[in-house]
């Protein structure tokens, strides 16, 4: 076990705090159009300094929806908790060579969670990651879902629910898992992350 709070690296991914910088120009905020800034002033509280968001609002509308779809699924009240959709975003994410997602996704499991004994397990093998029947659940599924999401089943679903998910749960599981598909394409594809000066 990690103690809670301490740093975790292992294969090139970490729980440390990381920059993303874009490939691509970005909008610079202060030519940006009033959209623009509408834009990023609701989709994420650091927006205006993140390349991130800089990049994807050279299309606000599409940004928009983006933001929307993600916040009603990772912060929806209800159903699974926050701290497991966390955590099958950073199975995702490492299975997906997301190295910055897996950073953000791993700080927030453990801000929830209170401990980060799961996410080394993640970083390390997520194929037997778990520190209980539910981890392991959760993580074969988003590894499923990951790698071959044509072979998800109705046994894949009742794997989950003899873990202890409930039908509602496992629709926001789905839902976290599959945002980041598109989340992890994205920041692969458009930049990459930046590591603290050692």
């Not at 120009?25 to 989709?43: F, I, K, M, Y």
């Not at 928009?64 to 993600?70: G, K, P």
Request: proline residues 5%; hydrophobic residues 45%.
């Amino acid at each position: 076990a990690t103690a809670p709070g301490a740093l975790i690296k292992a294969h090139g991914f970490t729980n440390e705090s990381l920059e993303w910088k874009a490939w691509l120009d970005v909008v610079n905020v202060d030519t940006a159009t009033p959209e623009q800034v509408a834009v990023l002033e609701e989709s994420h509280p650091k927006a205006k300094v993140s390349d991130y968001y800089l990049f994807l609002v050279h299309q606000p509308e599409i940004l928009r929806q983006r933001s929307t779809a993600f916040n009603a699924i990772m912060y929806a009240p209800g159903g699974l908790s926050r701290a497991e959709r966390e955590l099958g975003s950073t199975y995702v994410s490492r299975v997906n060579g997301c190295v910055y997602c897996a950073s953000v996704h791993a700080q927030r499991f453990e801000q929830l969670a209170k401990r980060n004994d799961v996410i080394a397990q993640v970083f390390e093998d997520p194929a037997t990651a778990g520190t209980t029947a539910r981890e392991l659940a959760i993580g074969k599924f988003s590894i499923q879902i990951t790698e071959a999401p044509a072979a998800v089943n109705a046994d894949s679903i009742q794997a989950l629910k003899d873990a202890g998910l409930n039908e509602g749960e496992i629709l926001d599981l789905l839902h976290s898992d599959a945002i980041f598909a598109w989340a992890n394409r994205l920041m692969l594809n458009l930049g990459e992350p930046v590591f603290p000066a050692a």
